[in-house]
């Protein structure tokens, strides 16, 4: 049986917590200072750190040094800390848990939150175990795409997969839009919004054919489906959406400074 403690039980630490619910073999204890916590509550986090094997950091960024000096007594190297704190390094990491026990970093999405998050996990401290990282991989495996990456393609993976919800997000409420102005109710142009999105992103995951046959498929020659694309393609949609995903990783890099 492992123990698997949340430090932090916001939306994301819940939305992990939920998750990993049903898994087998896994106990769950977290400490929230609101005291909602969706398992077992810990009276303190140094409690928690005592009692868990894993311990994951989900709180907002600016309370994981404080938090980790706090819970370094608990620490020992048969434990493993994971941080889903944005933009907290590895060398952070290292140094406020006083090199105590290994640490992971890790990145999350807002889909974790259904069960179809991209997790990325960068798995660089030495003390790591590869049986301590087979433990991590197979809990997260249960919760969505797992992905091992250095640490110096977080920024990017952030810019990309952190970040890809408000994009999408973006882009369903675009569509909602013409559909309002086009006539449908809101509601109905919603649902219609989110359905298409469903349903493309399905299509793409079950077929063989490359994304771009599936897009050529819809676009019948001398078409409605063609005028649309042209006119995405002369406004230069696709060039503003891999430029603004470069913004958010420069913007990354520039914070991490
Ligand atoms: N949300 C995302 O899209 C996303 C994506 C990737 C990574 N992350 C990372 O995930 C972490 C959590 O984000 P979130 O959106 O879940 O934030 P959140 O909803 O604000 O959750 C953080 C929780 O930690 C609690 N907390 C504050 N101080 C604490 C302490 N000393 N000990 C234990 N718990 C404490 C907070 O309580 P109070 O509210 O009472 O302060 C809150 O309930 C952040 O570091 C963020 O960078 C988030």
Redesign the pocket.
Known sequence: MITFGC?????????ILGGLESQKNVSLIG????G?VPCTACDS?IELAKQADIIM?????D??E??LE?IQPALSEDKVII??????SMETLMKYSGGKCPVVRC????PAMVGEGIFAFCFEDPALTEKQQTAVLTMFEQLGQVMVLPEAKFNAF?AIA?CG?AYVLYFIEAVTEAAVSVGFHRNEATEMAINLFKGTTKLADDSDLHISQLREMVCSPAGVTIAAVNHMDRTAVRGNIIDSIFEARDRGIEMSK
Do not use: F, H, Q
């Not at 400490?31 to 609101?34: A, G, H, R």
């Open positions: 430090i932090g039980c916001g939306n994301m630490g819940s939305a400490y929230d200072p609101s909602n986090n950091l989900a709180t907002k960024p309370y994981v404080s938090v706090a941080s889903i704190a944005a933009g907290v990145m999350p999405n807002t952030t952190g919800p």
